[in-house]
Structures are given as C-alpha cells and as structure tokens.
C-alpha cells in the first residue's frame, strides 16, 4: 500500500484546508485510515480516523466540531476537511491506513504499517 498525501499550505487561524491522501497498491474499501500529526518537538498525536466502511469516523477531542474525515472509496481517497484552523493545528499531517484495524483501535498508531509521507498544515495566528 502507498499513500500520497496533499493539501497542506499556509493559511490564516479561522481558514479552512482539505487534505487528501490517496492509497494505491490496494482497493481503499479494505482499509481503515486515518490521520495523525506532529509538530515541531511533539509527539506524533491522532487526529482522526474513518472506518473502512465509512460508517464510523473518530476525532481526538482537539479537533473534534472542526475537523471531518471522509472517504471516497471510487477515488481510493481519504479526506480530512479542517475548518476554523488555529495556531496549534499547526504540524505535519500524516495519513495512515491499515486492512483490518478494529474500530477500538483506530486511534492507535501501532495498529497502522502504512504511512504517508505527510503534508505541512502551517497556521499563522
């Protein structure tokens, strides 16, 4: 599986940005994915992840109300649609993807072995 992330850029706190991260190698309806970030220092953290269904999405409560994810399984493409950016969204987005990952664990970056090669999210306050 490879996954070619995109749609990071700068933009101002309020803006909004879509990321797209589109999974090759495998039909995207048999995989769980999901998005995480790091910023400058931090640790790698969750953001979101989208069952390989579609029906079931989860979001770390820092984004939570402001961030969707979505899936296109035609288009083998995940999204995460981020409104109302701030400062601290500031980071490397990453998405992930894994076949089989149970929802419980969706938030788990152990559980996935496929990574992108992430996209700069930069917000200027």
């Known amino acids: 599986v490879q996954l070619q992330a995109s749609g990071g850029g700068l933009v101002q706190a309020g803006d909004s940005l879509r990321l797209s991260c589109v999974a090759s190698?495998?039909?995207?309806?048999?995989?769980?994915m999901s998005w995480f970030r790091q910023a400058p220092g931090k640790e790698r953290e969750f953001v979101s992840a989208i069952h390989w269904s579609g029906g079931s999405t989860i979001y770390s409560d820092s984004v939570k109300g402001r961030f969707t994810t979505s899936r296109d399984n035609a288009k083998n493409t995940v999204f995460l649609q981020m409104n109302s950016l701030k400062s601290e969204d500031t980071a490397v987005y990453y998405c992930?993807?894994?076949?089989?990952?149970?929802?419980?664990?969706?938030?788990?970056?152990?559980?996935?072995?496929?990574w992108g090669q992430g996209t700069q999210v930069t917000v200027s306050s």
């Open positions: 992930a993807a894994q076949a089989g990952v149970i929802y419980s664990n969706m938030h788990n970056s152990r559980a996935y072995h496929h």
């Open positions: 190698g495998v039909p995207s309806r048999r995989l769980g």
